[in-house]
């Protein structure tokens, strides 16, 4: 049957439908497909699609609209490589994470698809499927939707799409397995510490745990300090590193999380005594590790390099296990920030200040809060021992 053709479309002998047309930038193009009108009838054994003429309409909004044919012909995984890019002075920790989605990408099938191919439904379907087939969790997921959201809006910007389609709430579709962070109740935790104290072998971890329920410090930021960062004159400790190991191996020191993160925190009488028995019982080594050009780092392991964040995750959740068995009770989940969350719940609820609180945790705001000035750091340690001894 010969039917009415408009410019531009014609016929092949294999009887698809083809539309051929000039792009915004010149280049000849062509769309194709077996039904010519919304009317026609799908052929058999031939997958639905648009008709040519629902695809010429297509073609020529988003000529209208300067939208880039085929999304640029840009896959998932170059548009998020091509995002990358401009993510220029992020911090190690943030790179590891970037580089791990790339990964994912180049061995999932999602990553290989053109992203004007991938709608709503796809992406939620993706995100889903990341969780109940391949197992990962809330927390991957949220970190991998947060490169893939930005990574499509920066396309949508650009005109290479219509509208991101990761743009959604998370929490909508995926469920949030992640263990709620408790903090210790003060009884909990003196009965942690007193058991860890006692134990044969896990004493020689008490100093250091204790430090941590009574400071607030970041893991990473514990295993930076130095020797020369406890000041005993001043009453306290002076934060402005983090410790972190790569994904390579290689040891690197960095700044805090925040500009927050640089500070001194106040020392207790009891904080400055566990410090001083961690120096003097410090390990002895042949040669100090320097890492960033720091030396004397506080915690060596047997191999006379600085411990790290995993050495004391994995060391408190033995102490846990142990616990549990031999008082045959219960303990919440305890980690390096767990520790940290304890402490500031408890200096919360005795009345700290708020700003001297924000100002010991390093946190940016008081959300998080009101900045606190370096010049009162001398009157911060004072006020902190007082509080502290009453």
């Known amino acids: 049957m010969n039917r009415k053709l408009r410019f531009g479309e014609c016929q092949n002998?294999?009887?698809?439908?083809?539309?051929?047309?000039?792009?915004?930038?010149?280049?000849?193009?062509?769309?194709?497909?077996?039904?010519l009108d919304t009317t026609d009838p799908h052929p058999e054994g031939k997958?639905?699609?648009l008709s040519l003429r629902e695809k010429e309409q297509k073609v020529a909004k988003d000529t209208y609209d300067h939208i880039a044919v085929n999304g640029g012909n840009y896959t998932v995984l170059e548009l998020v490589e091509r995002y990358l890019k401009l993510k220029t002075g992020v911090r190690q920790s943030t790179q590891i994470g970037y580089r791990t989605v790339i990964n994912l990408l180049k061995k999932d099938p999602f990553g290989s698809l053109r992203i004007d191919k991938i709608r709503l439904s796809d992406a939620k379907i993706w995100l889903i499927k990341l969780q109940r087939e391949d197992g990962k969790s809330y927390s991957s997921i949220h970190t991998i939707r947060g490169v893939l959201r930005p990574a499509f809006q920066m396309a949508e910007d650009d005109d290479l799409i219509r509208k991101n389609p990761f743009r959604f709430e998370l929490a909508t579709i995926i469920e949030n397995d992640s263990e709620p962070r408790e903090a210790l109740t003060e009884k909990q935790m003196n009965d942690y510490l007193d058991y860890v104290r006692d134990d044969d072998y896990f004493s020689r971890y008490y100093d250091g745990i204790f430090i941590l329920f009574?400071?607030?410090?970041?893991?990473?930021?514990?295993?930076?300090l130095t020797v020369s960062d406890i000041d005993f004159d001043e009453h306290r400790i002076n934060v402005e590193r983090q410790l972190i190991r790569t994904s390579s191996g290689k040891y690197i020191v960095q700044a805090p999380k925040t500009h927050s993160g640089i500070r001194f925190i106040p020392m207790t009488f009891e904080v400055e005594q566990a410090f001083r028995r961690v120096i003097s019982s410090?390990?002895?080594?042949?040669?100090?590790?320097?890492?960033?050009?720091?030396?004397?780092?506080?915690?060596?392991d047997k191999n006379g390099m600085p411990?790290?964040?995993?050495?004391?995750?994995?060391?408190?959740?033995r102490i846990r296990e142990k616990y549990c068995h031999e008082r045959l009770r219960t303990l919440p989940k305890i980690t390096p920030h767990v520790c940290r969350h304890t402490f500031c719940?408890?200096?919360?609820?005795?009345?700290?200040?708020?700003?001297?609180?924000?100002?010991?945790?390093?946190?940016?705001d008081v959300g998080v809060t009101i900045p606190v000035p370096n010049s009162n750091t001398k009157n911060h340690s004072s006020t902190y021992r007082q509080e502290q001894s009453l």
């Not at 294999?14 to 077996?34: C, E, H, I, M, P």
């Not at 719940?345 to 940016?364: D, S, V, W």
């Open 214 to 224: 009574n400071t607030g410090m970041r893991i990473s930021e514990f295993c930076g």
């Open 47 to 49: 997958r639905h699609d």
């Open 282 to 300: 410090r390990r002895r080594v042949k040669s100090e590790p320097a890492v960033g050009g720091c030396i004397g780092f506080l915690f060596l």
């Open 307 to 317: 411990k790290l964040a995993m050495h004391w995750q994995k060391v408190m959740q």
């Open 13 to 35: 002998s294999d009887g698809r439908y083809r539309y051929t047309y000039v792009d915004a930038f010149g280049k000849k193009r062509s769309v194709y497909s077996w039904r």
């Open 345 to 364: 719940t408890n200096m919360a609820r005795k009345g700290m200040n708020p700003k001297m609180l924000q100002y010991i945790m390093g946190h940016a």
